[in-house]
């Protein structure tokens, strides 16, 4: 068994800390929270299952210095990588293998300025650990998916992936109304529109992608659009007033050869009827009623080859009929399920072109039970 801990059960902490006490190659022996409210509680008790013995503990100290092999490291980092950063680098150097989904671009870390990489890199040499960062985007649904479809390929003209979402019942309120700047006036400055935020975030899943089809980006473009809505609407985490900002996207457009060749498109809506114009998701599982009109948290992600044969690919996922719920489960599963992956391998920063096949070894079983909804709950992206 290896051993594992949870740092952080937020929007994602929280399925990730399910996944980790359900997996039957892994051991939970540590939880660090950060709030009073959680603290002291039992594992068990914060997913809604019975006691798992393991207390959560507002101090990191003890799975630092505890038997932990392995630290899942869930805590929300979009407004602070630095302090993210530095957690993990000592989870490191303590002799944990860490993986995590908060600071998006270490999904690709050698597209990454060294400001963010030097001190995990000399961390894992320094504990002889392995660092993964993963996610379904930035993760699975932009980077193994994608490139899975491309063995089918006999030649590839372009390759797009979006994702489309209502964050109309996404729980964590930093992140909507604050990063995202939905809900605010059309002036204010959104952290997620300030121009080369996205470039810094989600370039370098178009330069894993380039790398995982041996070839070398010249330039990436990025484009922001948001858009004001006409009509005042609520959604499952307050108010968005009309002639405020209601809808997002962002667009980065990798340049290959000259030509426009990979393109990463984030489509964020709050509400369904708001710009009809780009591109819709196609649901085939019914969302769940939240009692709000158009706040499905409806969403799906989108592969588009070009090429011989051309190709698209819908990926939808769902819990209990939550879109929303559904994608923040599989991507902090993702993480967990290659824990035994990071575990074995050599030490360093590790990407998914360096890891095998991550597959549910040991999961098809009948116990199934769902993940906690981890709504009121906050954390990292998806």
Same mark, same amino acid.
């Given at each position: 068994m290896i051993?594992?801990?949870?740092?952080?059960?937020?929007?994602?902490?929280?399925?990730?800390?399910?996944?980790?006490?359900?997996?039957?190659?892994?051991?939970?022996?540590?939880?660090?929270?950060?709030?009073?409210?959680?603290?002291?509680?039992?594992? +068990?008790?914060?997913?809604?299952?019975?006691?798992?013995?393991?207390? &959560? =503990?507002? #101090?990191?100290? !003890?799975?630092?210095? /505890?038997?932990?092999?392995?630290?899942?490291?869930?805590?929300?980092?979009n407004l602070r990588p630095a302090e993210a950063i530095a957690d993990m680098a000592a989870a490191l150097r303590a002799g944990k293998d860490v993986v995590s989904c908060s600071v998006v671009p270490l999904v690709f870390p050698a597209a990454v300025a060294g400001a963010l990489t030097d001190d995990l890199t000399a961390a894992c040499a320094a504990g002889?650990?392995?660092?993964?960062n993963t996610g379904i985007d930035p993760g699975f649904a932009n980077d193994i998916l994608p490139l899975v479809l491309t063995g089918l390929s006999r030649s590839i003209e372009s390759i797009r992936?979006?994702?489309?979402?209502?964050?109309?019942?996404?729980?964590?309120?930093?992140?909507?109304?604050?990063?995202? +700047?939905?809900?605010?006036?059309?002036?204010?400055?959104?952290?997620? &529109? =300030?121009? #080369?935020?996205? !470039?810094?975030?989600? /370039?370098?899943?178009?330069?894993?992608?380039?790398?995982?089809?041996?070839?070398?980006?010249?330039?990436?473009?990025?484009?922001?659009?948001?858009?004001?809505t006409e009509f005042a609407f609520d959604t499952l985490t307050g108010t968005v007033e009309a002639g405020t900002i209601a809808a997002m996207r962002s667009t980065l457009t990798a340049y290959i050869g000259g030509a426009p060749r990979l393109v990463v498109d984030h489509v964020s809506r709050m509400h369904d009827d708001l710009a009809p114009h780009w591109p819709q998701p196609q649901i085939s599982i019914t969302p769940h009623d939240f009692g709000y009109p158009g706040i499905s948290g409806r969403g799906t992600y989108r592969v588009e080859i070009e090429g011989s044969?051309?190709?698209?690919?819908?990926?939808?996922?769902?819990?209990?009929?939550?879109?929303?719920?559904?994608a923040r489960v599989a991507g902090a599963t993702r993480m967990v399920n290659a824990i035994p992956a990071v575990h074995r391998a050599a030490p360093g920063l590790l990407s998914a072109l360096d890891l095998p096949l991550v597959t549910g070894v040991g999961l098809l079983r009948a116990d199934y039970g769902p993940s906690p909804d981890s709504r009121t709950c906050g954390g990292a992206t998806h």
């Open positions: 051993k594992v801990a949870v740092w952080g059960p937020g929007s994602m902490g929280l399925p990730a800390l399910r996944a980790v006490i359900d997996h039957p190659e892994l051991e939970l022996v540590g939880l660090v929270v950060h709030s009073e409210a959680k603290a002291g509680r039992d594992a +068990g008790a914060l997913c809604g299952i019975p006691d798992t013995g393991v207390l &959560a =503990t507002r #101090g990191a100290a !003890t799975i630092l210095t /505890g038997d932990a092999d392995v630290i899942v490291y869930s805590a929300a980092a002889g650990t392995s660092f993964f992936v979006t994702e489309m979402f209502n964050y109309g019942t996404y729980p964590d309120v930093g992140a909507v109304y604050e990063i995202l +700047g939905f809900g605010k006036p059309p002036e204010y400055q959104a952290f997620a &529109a =300030t121009p #080369g935020v996205f !470039t810094f975030g989600w /370039g370098p899943v178009l330069h894993q992608l380039a790398a995982g089809l041996g070839a070398e980006i010249d330039h990436i473009d990025e484009q922001v659009e948001r858009i004001a044969p051309t190709m698209r690919c819908e990926l939808e996922m769902a819990e209990r009929h939550d879109h929303d719920l559904g």
